[in-house]
């Protein structure tokens, strides 16, 4: 089993209370209103024990504003870190064993009015 679905759908169902009324969308489209969060890429690499089959799922959170300068952005990125870091989620067909902060990165978008931040985090998963 590739727990992908399962993650993201939980990692969703966390963030969407935490960064309300600010949207978290799977996809944005063209004309979306900012601010908003979109969950990202995943890294799926195998890290099988002796005894059992495990996956670390690593997923991206991207965080767009364009409000001047990086203050809303980062305020976004924290409440986003504070939701997911060190938690463990429900999940069926596997264990979620944690929920990791890997890193934070923000960028300013070649447009000069967009600013984006990344998080990543890593979710190892036993089955």
């Known amino acids: 089993m590739l727990p992908l679905s399962e993650v ?16 978290v969308l799977d996809h944005a489209g063209p004309n979306q209103v900012f601010p908003y969060v979109t969950i990202g890429e995943s890294i799926s690499t195998e890290m099988d024990t002796l005894n059992e089959q495990s996956i670390d799922i690593e997923m991206t959170v991207h965080v767009w504003s364009r409000q001047d300068g ?30 990791i902060w890997i890193y934070a990165q923000t960028l300013r978008e070649p447009d000069g009015i967009t600013r984006h931040g990344i998080l990543r985090f890593r979710v190892p998963t036993f089955q």
């Open 70 to 99: 990086m203050k809303e952005c980062q305020q976004l990125m924290t409440a986003a870190k504070n939701a997911l870091d060190r938690r463990t989620f429900p999940a069926a067909g596997f264990q979620w064993v944690s929920t």
């Open 8 to 23: 993201q759908t939980a990692i969703f169902n966390a963030l969407v209370p935490a960064l309300l009324p600010v949207p």
